[in-house]
């Protein structure tokens, strides 16, 4: 999820207001055992960037969560509230990053390219040494996370992308990329009726195949969890609260597809996915700063959140959460959810 860089000059009123492209992340760079882009994996070398309100960093703060990364790749939260001058550290003392000493994203992209003209997108990883940003790659970073960080995972870690499920993984993953995930945000930031209708389409027709593929089996891929579930738990989660009405995703709620809306619970409910999600960063990032659609910038009281602590009944269809491995650990102090951003 992106911003205006600094000088851009597109700014949060544009969104709604030309047409939908999701860009290419422009640093592609991957942080590899060995080393082979120049970035080897280090422990406490990298600081993951996110903001809780984006579907695309959440992917990330999921699989550090499942993997145990927390020790080894520390965690830089941004304001749900981005500025035209990009995603801001305003939730820290004094308004900077900790770690990195920066107040806006945007400063450790300059480290990288000069005057970089693109979107500041997160997530992002920065080298804290040189305080220059190493990739937004959000496809390729959890990727990565899962085999090329293995050294460092916790005991007990699940493995989320296994070889032998790899080509249906990338497969499945693919049409939920285009048609969900990228989605939503084609019917949201549609431009004509005929755009968002097609968008509109796209969006239920994939959830109704989703919805019967999961009928019978507890996750997307084989019978634990994998990188599929968590590229379309990150949308989903996000569906009733913003997608349904912001977006205009509206045919159904989550909650009225008894398949999809017993999924979901039972990720949320899952350690590592659920107490990642901020309801109160979601809501206010997509209401408040997409102003080409929500011009009031009036941030709806609802959903009701207790719904998803219900039972969800899943667990009778079988399935080993974590394979052979065990859940992750408790969150680590300073990174918990607040009271009153979760049921």
């Known amino acids: 999820m992106s911003s205006a860089a600094t000088g851009e000059g597109a700014g949060n009123t544009e969104y709604g207001r030309k047409a939908f492209k999701r860009s290419k992340s422009h640093f592609a760079d991957r942080i590899t055992a060995d080393g082979r882009d120049g970035w080897p994996v280090e422990p406490g070398r990298y600081r993951l960037i996110v903001s809780r309100a984006c579907p695309w960093a959440s992917r990330a703060l999921v699989s550090r969560r499942l993997l145990g990364l927390e020790d080894a790749l520390s965690l830089g939260v941004t304001d749900p509230i981005q ?11 004094d308004d900077r990053d900790p770690v990195l000493g920066i107040g806006f994203l945007h400063e450790a992209y300059d480290k990288r390219e000069t005057d970089y003209p693109g979107g500041v997108s997160v997530p992002a990883v920065v080298d804290v040494p040189s305080g220059k940003l190493v990739t937004n790659d959000f496809q390729q970073i959890t990727l990565d996370l899962a085999t090329e960080w293995r050294d460092l995972h916790r005991p007990g870690a699940p493995d989320l992308y296994p070889e032998a499920l790899r080509d249906e993984i990338d497969e499945v993953a693919e049409g939920i990329y285009r048609d969900v995930n990228n989605g939503v945000y084609r019917a949201g930031f549609a431009t004509s009726q005929e755009e968002y ?147």
């Open 83 to 93: 500025d035209d001058r990009s995603w801001r550290f305003t939730l820290d003392p």
């Open 197 to 343: 209708e097609a968008a509109y389409r796209d969006v239920f027709r994939r959830l109704d195949q989703v919805s019967e593929r999961l009928r019978d089996q507890r996750y997307l891929v084989g019978d634990t969890l994998t990188e599929a579930d968590i590229r379309l738990f990150t949308t989903l989660v996000r569906f009733d609260a913003v997608y349904h009405g912001h977006f205009k995703c509206n045919r159904n709620k989550l909650e009225q597809d008894p398949v999809l809306w017993g999924y979901v619970r039972d990720l949320y409910q899952t350690p590592g996915f659920g107490d990642t999600v901020d309801f109160d960063h979601i809501k206010r990032h997509y209401y408040v700063v997409h102003t080409g659609i929500n011009p009031t910038s009036i941030v709806p009281a609802g959903p009701d959140l207790s719904g998803w602590l219900t039972p969800h009944h899943r667990e009778q269809l079988g399935g080993r959460p974590f394979g052979d491995g065990t859940p992750p650990g408790p969150v680590p102090a300073g990174e918990e959810i607040p009271v009153g951003h979760r049921p």
